[in-house]
């Protein structure tokens, strides 16, 4: 047995040990060089927008920009209380004053948002004014946007306080549910449901209540209150305890290429617009989201701040009704760059200040993850965790953790890697589900790969068949990311109630089914012994939700076994029912995709 495979052994039970050679310092504390960093930005704003209403009627717009850029175009609008899912609709506009020519960083809009609401005399409109600013960005040679919401005070049109992100409702389930929100200055914060008012903690800009005492089932109108905003009614509706249920998955959303709604501040708002109506519209339960959320790869944390805030914008009309599960992917990273003899070191910035820091700040996930993998590295929380719906256990997971572009020199974690406590977690929740009578069907959500098709086949859990060090060949000297992945695959393969583990990374829709007879490469595991995938379970790619498309791949060695394959935007509808799980497939327009059985009568179907 070779020290790389020694090495595997040790993985699977604790840090990764030294080795003769050039050792992988994967799991330790990332070594910060003493060099040169270099900041990596979106290109657009140097400062947060400040919108605020100045006088009654009258909303102003600052910024700041980060290059010098003309006079800015904002765009404003209303939304009516009977639209049940309420997108921004903008109806009117102004320029900022100057000359094209009058090129500055420092901005402001000014609107009379009062002759708007005059617009609307006879059609009741909820107080809240959508803006959107849109600027032409030389250095990019292209027009960027930034968008928010100001409530007001309806019938005087005054300054109240202002819901700028939620409510977003999250972990619901037959009993209770968490309705979160932020405000732009400290206040009180409540909940309105069937009768009873449900308080948060204190005054402060970040609220999150839990209500609870609901009936399984059953849809509930709440309505947000902070000081004296009461927003309008939305609903939300509680998990069955079990029987039949929809959710949908989607991945990859990060911005494309076309301008406008494609680039929305690091998100591809057009198509993810599109696909949370239709999976919304086809009356999902819940939707997973399995990471690169936004464009990331910044080094500053307002800046990722600012993206992720856009997606959860775009998300919102859908999000304040139905649960989304977020996880992280590689397009998460709060970075540190270190510019080392014309190679760029890059690094995930240290905890607490750390991607996965923030992403726990920005998102209301379930908090029964594992523990950290050590010092300096960062938390696990809200980023990988479980729940279970109405007889179905929901695993989710992070294999772009900590992450560090050289491991093996500096330490962190290999991207794509599975270190050793998540790893010990998921086994353990596998496990326990496999034992627990009511729990049917498991699912699992991770951003990159095991078995990439098209487009992260150099990386992923795949590296070219383990030449994580890109020098040619795989050795000692690489980390054993095939090693990791047969041993997650062996876990997740571990039970027959294991239905399908859903990924991205990849921008197409992919359906691969995996048995222990699929040619997948070397079966060696962490610990030396060979993998047995048990049971089949559907590898299901659904990296469509906006982001550049990638095509597919095809010397693989399991290329042969991939049952269906698209590159168009597509969000992936799955209806479970305790025996019985299908798959629906639906692009951006509607068009139907891929419809097959994913298990009948309690087994996984192999249907090409």
Not at 500 to 515: F, M, P, S, V
Request: glycine share 8%; aromatic share 10%.
């Amino acid at each position: 047995m070779s020290i790389r495979h020694i090495v595997g052994i040790l993985a699977g039970f604790c840090a990764v040990v030294s080795f003769a050679g050039t050792p992988p310092k994967l799991g330790k504390p990332i070594e910060r060089p003493n060099a040169p960093m270099k900041e990596q930005t979106y290109g657009l704003l140097r400062t947060d927008p400040v919108a605020r209403i100045v006088e009654p009627g009258v909303v102003e717009i600052q910024f700041e920009t980060e290059h010098p850029t003309p006079p800015a175009v904002g765009y404003f609008g209303l939304n009516t209380l009977d639209e049940d899912l309420d997108f921004p609709r903008y109806r009117d506009s102004v320029r900022e004053d100057g000359t094209t020519t009058e090129l500055r960083t420092r901005h402001r809009i000014r609107y009379e948002f009062a002759k708007l609401v005059k617009r609307a005399p006879t059609t009741p409109i909820d107080a809240r004014l959508t803006w959107r600013v849109e600027v032409y960005v030389p250095q990019k040679n292209a027009s960027r946007f930034f968008q928010g919401r100001l409530n007001f005070a309806r019938g005087s049109l005054a300054d109240t306080v202002t819901v700028y992100a939620g409510p977003f409702v999250d972990q619901i389930s037959a009993s209770s549910a968490l309705v979160s929100w932020e405000t732009d200055r400290p206040s009180t914060g409540a909940i309105q449901v069937a009768g009873k008012v449900y308080h948060s903690d204190s005054e402060t800009t970040v609220h999150s209540v839990r209500v609870s005492g609901l009936q399984p089932a059953t849809e509930y109108e709440y309505r947000v209150v902070s000081g004296d905003t009461v927003l309008r009614p939305y609903r939300f509706r509680t998990a069955p305890t079990s029987g039949e249920f929809r959710f949908a998955a989607m991945i990859d959303c990060r911005e494309g290429f076309g301008g406008g709604e494609i680039n929305a501040y690091g998100v591809e708002a057009r198509a993810l617009n599109a696909l949370l109506t239709h999976a919304y519209r086809a009356k999902v339960e819940f939707v997973l989201f399995g990471g690169d959320l936004s464009s990331g790869y910044v080094t500053k944390a307002d800046e990722l701040r600012r993206m992720l805030d856009s997606f959860r914008t775009v998300v919102q009309p859908v999000h304040a009704r139905i649960p989304i599960y977020e996880s992280m992917g590689n397009h998460e990273s709060l970075l540190d760059i270190f510019e080392l003899d014309g190679k760029r070191l890059s690094v995930d910035k240290a905890s607490p200040s750390s991607t996965e820091d923030l992403f726990a700040q920005l998102f209301w996930n379930p908090e029964n993850g594992p523990k950290d993998e050590g010092p300096g590295s960062p938390p696990y929380l809200r980023n990988v965790y479980f729940f279970d719906y109405a007889g179905a256990r929901f695993i989710v997971l992070n294999n772009d953790y900590w992450y560090c572009s050289n491991p093996h020199r500096y330490g962190g974690c290999l991207d794509g890697y599975v270190l050793p406590q998540q790893m010990n977690w998921l086994r353990e929740r596998v496990a326990e589900a496999s034992r627990n009578a009511t729990i049917h069907s498991i699912f699992y959500l991770i951003h990159k790969p095991p078995f990439p098709n098209g487009g992260h086949t150099a990386d992923a859990m795949w590296y070219k068949g383990g030449d994580t060090n890109r020098d040619g060949k795989v050795d000692d000297s690489d980390i054993p990311i095939i090693e990791c992945r047969n041993t997650l695959w062996e876990i997740v393969a571990s039970t027959p109630k294991s239905v399908a583990l859903i990924t991205g990374d990849e921008h197409a829709y992919c359906r691969l089914l995996i048995t222990d007879s699929t040619p997948v490469g070397p079966k060696r595991k962490l610990d030396g012994e060979t993998a047995v995938f048990r049971h089949p379970v559907w590898q299901i790619t659904a990296g469509g939700a906006g982001a550049p498309w990638y095509d597919r791949e095809t010397h693989l060695p399991w290329s042969r076994e991939v049952r269906a394959h698209s590159t168009q935007p597509h969000y992936a509808l799955f209806e479970v029912k305790p025996a019985n799980v299908n798959l629906t497939v639906v692009s951006q327009t509607g068009q139907v995709i891929d419809r097959v059985p994913l298990r009948s009568g309690g087994k996984v179907t192999a249907k090409r």
